[in-house]
């Protein structure tokens, strides 16, 4: 089987490097090329045919923005993976790069005390990413055992959702391509929307905040990085803060955020599972739960607790989702009451949360 060809975009000679021998030293990767501005690696596309490119952000005479929109219009389905920094500056690059079209990106090491555990870094993160944006090389590999082999098929579910039970909280989880399934979803929901929703897209401090800033910009709803302390209300939109596990309390009659930073769980923190469970012991058969585009398996198991519990699963389908690892892996445990493609997810999120409500308000009428 032949290797993923990588085209590695840096203007820093060390960081070009960097990548090259970290990649190199996977033996599925090979380093195609490099180039040390846009213009070259516009003109390198070509030659080399890549698999997947790395783009830095900023670079002389074109930069990694401008590159990036380039790419698109010559090769709309050539996955780029952005390189950024964890910089106010960077950050907002990053969502920028994001929206225009960049498939997902990956922080440049900083502060990690060698060469040794920078290249190690870059394999953690960077590698799976490569990995992952091509579907031909999943293909070839041989398949791990399914995660639903460990998890009870929808037919033998305990508890299943009633047609009127009522939504009280729509919890949302989201990795890869993320920030912008969630514009998509929320910017389609009404400000007056009647319960709470609230998030764990998985990324790193300081990009959580200027997510809720941006959405909080392209919506009509009220979008915060969640705080300790933080009472949740209907028609708020909460996204968990990079690094920190996010899970419910009950403050008198009040529901407020918690923040932890406990032991990852699917390698994430936050993890998607970590708060999935805190909703359902909170809100049990009256919570929506929606998993979005993101590369593993990360609130599956969630999941299950909710449906067990009687609430409500939906999951993004594979055909609208950057990566369909996060709500395939729902999907094939049986454990999805709807797989909906990205545009029509709101409109079900606002049919079924509004449905429900007005069920029960007949019910007590009829009583």
């Known amino acids: 089987m032949r290797k993923i060809r990588v085209l590695v975009v840096d203007d820093s000679t060390v960081i070009r490097r960097l990548l090259t021998d970290s990649l190199a030293s996977d033996p599925d990767l090979e380093v195609a090329g490099t180039a040390a501005n846009g213009k070259i690696a516009l003109a ?31 090769y709309p389905k050539l996955p780029v993976i952005m390189f950024s920094t964890l910089t106010q500056r960077g950050v907002e690059a990053t969502l920028n790069a994001l929206a225009k079209g960049a498939n997902d990106y990956v922080t440049k090491p ?44 929808k037919s033998s579910v305990q508890s299943k959702p009633s047609e009127s039970s009522r939504i009280d909280i729509v919890a949302i989880g989201s990795s890869t391509g993320g920030p912008n399934a969630l514009q998509a979803v929320l910017s389609k929901i009404p400000a007056d929307f009647p319960v709470p929703i609230v998030i764990v897209q998985h990324m790193p401090p300081v990009f959580t905040k200027h997510l809720a800033d941006r959405l909080h910009q392209l919506t009509s709803l009220t979008v915060v990085e969640a705080k300790r302390g933080d009472t949740i209300f209907p028609g708020g939109v909460w996204i968990a803060p990079g690094d920190y596990h996010m899970t419910l309390s009950r403050v008198g009659t009040s529901v407020q955020v918690d923040l932890n930073q406990g032991t990852p769980e699917n390698s994430c923190r936050p993890a998607v599972d970590v708060w999935f469970r805190s909703v359902n012991e909170m809100f049990g ?34 055909e609208t989702s950057v990566v369909w690892g996060m709500p395939g892996a729902v999907a094939q445990a049986g454990l999805a009451d709807k797989i909906l493609p990205l545009d029509k997810i709101a409109d079900e999120i606002v049919r079924e949360t509004v449905q429900g409500r007005k069920a029960r308000i007949l019910e007590k009428v009829g009583t």
């Open 44 to 74: 390198k596309i070509p030659q080399i045919n890549p698999d997947v490119i790395t783009l830095d952000m900023e670079m002389p005479e074109m930069d990694g923005i401008t590159t990036l929109v380039e790419i698109r219009k010559l």
């Open 110 to 153: 900083a502060n990690v005390g060698s060469v040794t555990a920078a290249m190690q870094n870059v394999r953690n993160e960077l590698v799976p990413k490569i990995k992952a944006f091509c579907p031909w090389f999943a293909k070839c590999q041989i398949a791990k055992p399914p995660l639903r082999a460990s998890i009870q098929p």
């Open 285 to 318: 058969p009256n919570v929506l739960s929606v998993v979005l585009t993101g590369m593993g398996q990360d609130g599956a198991r969630g999941c299950e607790a909710i449906r067990n519990a009687g609430g409500r699963v939906f999951a993004q389908d594979e």
